[in-house]
Structures are given as C-alpha cells and as structure tokens.
C-alpha cells in the first residue's frame, strides 16, 4: 500500500494510557487496528487530516514507531498488515 509515510499522528495520553502504550519514550512502538486508533479519540474526534490518513487504512492494523526527532505522543506509521 502507497501512503504518507512521513505523516505523524498523535496519540494524547488517555489514549496511550487506554492501549499501554508509552506517551514521553523514544523509539516507542504501537500496534493498533486503524479503525481502533480512529474511533478512541472521543468527543470531536480527529482533525480532517488525520482522519482522512487513518480513513484509508480502514481495519486493517498499523505499526506506528516514535523515533528520536518525535515530540511525545507522536507517530509514524512504518507498516501495515492486512
């Protein structure tokens, strides 16, 4: 699949804290269905952009990495499984 792979999406801390996952960590890892990340956001959701990016993914499940150059929350989406 051809994407945006330098595309970042955030996660805010309740939704780390919802999926274990570390919200401050470098070179931190998430693994998560694209339709799952989407819906958690809660009231207001997503802005266009991001919904729009994650939207093409659709159930299928997302490898986001956080590497050094990334503020906290802050991914990219380095793989995508079927």
Do not use: N
């Not at 266009?48 to 150059?69: C, I, K, Y």
């Amino acid at each position: 699949m051809d994407f945006d792979r330098e595309f970042e999406v955030y996660t805010d801390m309740s939704q780390c804290t919802r999926f274990e996952a570390p919200y401050y960590e470098r070179d931190a890892k998430l693994v998560i269905a694209a339709s799952t990340l989407l819906a958690s956001k809660g009231v207001g959701g997503y802005d266009r952009q991001h919904t729009e990016f994650l939207d093409q993914f659709g159930a299928s499940t997302l490898v986001l990495e956080r590497t050094a150059d990334q503020g906290p929350g802050w991914w990219r989406v380095t793989e995508v499984i079927r």
